[in-house]
């Protein structure tokens, strides 16, 4: 063995061979190079411990200071050896391949542009296994039949693309029947749908269900109940009954709202209930406390515009504002000027 230092070498004998570590018997012959004699002192430590019988060609290259002139004077070593390639993963704008660009333009068919394709396809990658004649095309149809006009298909399929993989006779007739039975027409169902498509991957014994019956007992008749999900869809789909729902229920009666208050302030404003207590409805009470309304005015200015709650502090606080400039600052004026 030798350290490869140059261009000159001298071969060893060619009779020399390197054992076969796992037989023990000769192996392959092997010419090493050197420019000077052998020193056991110049190996690495560990391999000048291991017996010859251990030592084989293989072992010797991945060493990466060694080389090997096997065969007809090719040399090999670890570090000549090129590492593999790492492909390179497919940025935003290369996520509609060339396997999807049928797809992408069928989604640019419908309306929507060349960003807007792109994510579509980014948030639901699996559309392009469906067949656009069989199975896309025939849901976009069906859509239309609700009654929703193309930039509302476009809108729908951008912001729920779930609802395309979805089976029209198992799924999506079925809910908008279910639907239908609260008590809204086809018009009020194709509002809904345009605002929440997600609606229509609910699944209505598991979600819609519960939080129809659960208005019901608030005290909301049908007609009342079919107002509220025109009004905020997303009260069927998008919110868990005991951890968001109620909760805002108990806020408003802790207030002093009655039940009967409460249930005309979420039909006026099913918004109410899809509001964080922590971030808008809390500091919003307490901003009408520091302007000095009592929890009696409080009340009064909910039940009578809950809507009050929808509005950007700023704009309250401006209100307040110009009422107390005039000293006309209740809560039956603010309703009215907001």
């Known amino acids: ?34 420019r000077r004699p052998v020193r056991i002192a110049s190996l690495p430590p560990w391999l000048a411990l291991l017996p ?8 010797l290259a991945r060493c990466g200071s060694w080389s090997l002139a096997i065969g007809r004077g090719q040399v090999v070593s670890a570090r000549s050896v090129p590492k593999p390639r790492i492909p390179r993963r497919s940025s935003v704008e290369d996520v509609a391949g060339a396997t999807a660009d049928a797809h ?8 929507m542009d060349d960003s807007q394709a792109a994510k579509t396809i980014k948030k639901r990658p699996t559309l392009t296994a469906y067949s656009i004649v069989n199975n896309l095309a025939p849901t976009v149809r069906w859509l239309k039949g609700l009654g929703l006009d193309d930039m509302d298909v476009a809108r729908a399929i951008r912001h729920a693309p779930t609802i395309l993989s979805c089976s029209i006779e198992k799924n999506l007739a079925p809910t908008v029947r279910w639907i239908k039975g609260l008590g809204l027409d086809d018009a009020q ?46 009260l069927l789909g998008g919110y868990s009954l005991e951890n968001n729902l109620k909760p805002k229920v108990l806020w408003l009666k802790n207030l002093g709202l009655d039940d009967l ?24 009470v307490q901003s009408l406390r520091d302007h000095g309304f009592k929890d009696s005015q409080i009340v009064g200015a909910l039940a009578r515009f809950p809507q009050l709650l929808g509005y950007s502090s700023k704009r309250v606080e401006h209100r307040i504002n110009v009422l107390k400039s005039v000293g006309l600052l209740t809560d039956k004026a603010l309703c009215d000027v907001l």
């Open 104 to 111: 992408v333009q069928w989604l640019k068919d419908l309306g």
């Open 189 to 234: 169902v194709a509002k809904a749908v345009s605002k929440f498509p997600a609606l229509l991957g609910s699944n209505a014994e598991q979600h819609m269900k519960p939080i129809a019956e659960w208005l019901k007992g608030l005290g909301m008749d049908g007609s009342q109940v079919a107002k509220v999900i025109v009004k905020f869809p997303q």
């Open 52 to 59: 010859c019988c251990l030592v084989t060609a293989a072992a």
């Open 1 to 34: 063995l030798a350290r490869v230092q140059g261009p000159e070498a001298v071969s060893r004998q060619s009779g020399d061979r390197l054992c076969d570590g796992r037989s023990g018997r000769p192996g392959r012959h092997v010419n090493v190079m050197r």
């Open 261 to 284: 208050q409460v249930a005309k302030a979420i039909v006026k404003f099913p918004n109410v209930l899809g509001y964080s207590l922590e971030i808008n409805l809390n500091p919003k």
